[in-house]
């Protein structure tokens, strides 16, 4: 049994290190932007890597999202910037649901942009009541002469403004659907969200009796809740994977830190309990690592049927890089607490991931319901 990855994911990992090395000359300062950074959506777009994000049925590089790539890619991506792993991940799970059960044609008119980065894409299922409880949305979906009709408000939507479309998440009846609506109709409204403590592209989207083709519907009606959690079983592990990446960059700045800083007549790392707290930190992350990899590759097979190894992946890295970057802004003591600098913005940017794509609390109560039902 081998634990190394193979060749192929070596080699996106070296074309994502070089697009980061692209990025990091402004990455503070596109990590400081709520609106999409023009110089890194157009480093996204040179290094081709959002083809990994749709199928190669329509400008992908595999035939079928690669989950395990996904998170290798973001594993490096966020190590330099928050802002360009953000840009890529979206690109797959605002289009996930288009690619599995979306009309041939409205496949072909907004795949190839999303491969290309041409157009950005983005997915609306959190609303000002309904957060982590998704079946509490109140946006619906009504047939209207021949039409589909889209009323109701989403809240905290990433790339909202800066959309090419919106993967909206509705009531239709009794059941959920999902509709594919593009971001310049008439009747879409987007206010900035509050700012969060890691400025992100974020925003309110409100649609207001906004009349859409019945071909924009993706999926049978009532089948969009299984949509949206396809979504969460191919993407919420590469979550993991940028965890993993910014644990590891926070390890980087300390060590490099106490190597040269000095105290008491040594560097800093060789003082116990700095050493201590680098060294668990650094076996932290190669577990999470582990683990993370381990899911990936299994969502590969079958990403419904692993969703509870995705969830544990998440909450395992996510809780992790919180650890490791505190323990990192410890050892570096004043220089940790520098606004702007590399940690600080990695201590920022840690702690939105604890809650997006699944709150640690809730994640536990899924692993938990899913342990009840294992045989074995």
Sequence with gaps: MSFELPDEY?????????????VDPYAAEADACNDVHPQTLAALRASRLSELTVPA???GRFDHVDPLAVAVVREVLMATSSHLDSLFALQGI????????GQPALKETW?????KTEALAALAITEPHAGSDVRGITTTVRS????LVVTGEKSYISNAGAAAFYTVLAKEGDGFSTVLVPGDLPGI?????????APHVLGDVRFDDVAISPDHRIGDPGDGMNLVLGTLAVFRVSVAGAAVGLAQAALAEAVRHTRSREQFGRPLLRHGPVAVMLADSWTEIEAARLLTYRAASRAKQDALGSLHHSSMAKLAATEMAARVVDRCVQVM???GLVHDSKIERLYRQARPMRIYEGASDVLRLGIAKALSLEEN
């Design 57 to 59: 049925e329509y400008g």
């Design 144 to 147: 209207e002469g021949d039409s």
């Design 111 to 115: 795949l190839p942009p999303v491969a």
């Design 189 to 197: 409204t987007v206010t900035p969200a509050p700012e969060l403590i």
């Design 10 to 22: 070596r080699e996106l990992q070296e074309e994502a290190a070089a697009l980061a090395a692209t």
């Design 333 to 335: 003591g004043r220089w």
């Design 94 to 101: 605002g289009s996930n649901a288009l690619a599995k059960a």
